[in-house]
């Protein structure tokens, strides 16, 4: 009876050991990849504890959250066989983990190279259709939709799918920075000459304009003044002509009073005239008329 109870502990140590060899557990984050002498005999993407024949199966495990693959900058020629640098990422996910594990083995080294090539094709081919103005000031939201949905295609013989592609940066090398600010200069140049020479035209026309109205009011005015005077005239010597009908005689006598009031009022004049004379008329009168 002793002997059987020191078997026990041997005895639950290799169940403990058989359970833990024939069982495997997925996480919620993964897929698990069984394998029998090399040969793919089942996929496990459910979650859970899964069980497998001990020494014959073997288990595969790969990560199917979206995984981010950071490209070193690489250079491409544009249509004007002008160099860019670009600077890149993507994002991809195990879309086939059988056909994932048949391409790369689950080697993350080879599946960033692999992946990598590919993308560097499709932003040779999407850069090499577009001048270096269009690279630099096009749509980025289209450029990296085409990019994405390319390289997606191209990387399906790798059970992987590419959710999204960035370009981060874009620099020209030095040789040819030089001479696109030197065109963008000479651009923006030409654009301020034609901006400065439109405005000189506006401002003359504007400046034209104001003298035309400025001549044409004071002669509107001077003309109007013309007019109220000769009015002003008229009335006047119609005034004075019904006032002389009226009373001629007081009419005589009160242009006399201010013929004699302008001779005589500053009394530092001298006039020589006859005693009989037409001037003196009321000095020789008696009686006011």
């Known amino acids: 009876m002793s002997q059987a109870r020191a078997f026990i502990p041997v005895g639950v140590a290799a169940l403990g050991l058989l359970l833990y060899t024939a069982t495997f557990v997925v996480n919620e984050w993964q897929v698990a990849i069984k394998l029998r002498l090399g040969e793919i005999v089942g996929i496990y993407d459910k979650p859970g504890l899964h069980f497998k024949l001990p020494f014959v199966n073997n288990i595969e495990s790969f990560d199917r959250r979206i995984q981010t693959l950071d490209s070193r900058p690489q250079r491409f020629l544009t249509i004007e066989k002008k160099d860019v640098i670009v600077d890149s ?15 790369t083995s689950g080697d993350s080294a080879r599946i960033a190279r692999l992946l990598s090539e590919r993308i560097n094709t499709s932003l040779r081919d999407e850069f090499g259709k577009r001048t270096i103005q269009e690279v630099v000031t096009e749509d980025r939201k289209a450029l990296m939709i ?66 035309r109205q400025r001549t044409v009011t004071i002669a509107d005015a001077y003309r109007d003044a013309e007019v ?59 009686t006011a008329p």
């Open 89 to 103: 990422y993507a994002k991809w996910r195990i879309a086939d983990a059988a056909q994932f594990f048949r391409s």
């Open 146 to 211: 085409q990019l994405a949905k390319d390289i997606d295609r191209r990387a399906a013989d790798l059970g992987v799918e590419v959710v999204d592609v960035r370009v981060k940066k874009i620099d020209l090398p030095a040789e040819v920075s030089e001479s696109v600010y030197a065109r963008m200069r000479a651009e923006r140049e030409r654009v301020a000459r034609d901006l400065r020479a439109l405005g000189s035209e506006a401002a003359e026309r504007i400046r034209a304009d104001a003298d």
């Open 228 to 286: 109220l005077r000769g009015e002003g005239d008229a009335k006047s010597a119609q005034i004075y002509a019904t006032a002389y009908t009226q009373d001629s005689d007081f009419y005589s006598f009160y242009r006399s009073l201010e013929a004699y009031r302008a001779a005589f009022g500053r009394g530092d004049g001298l006039m020589v005239l006859e005693p009989d004379s037409e001037f003196f008329k009321y000095f020789k009168e008696q």
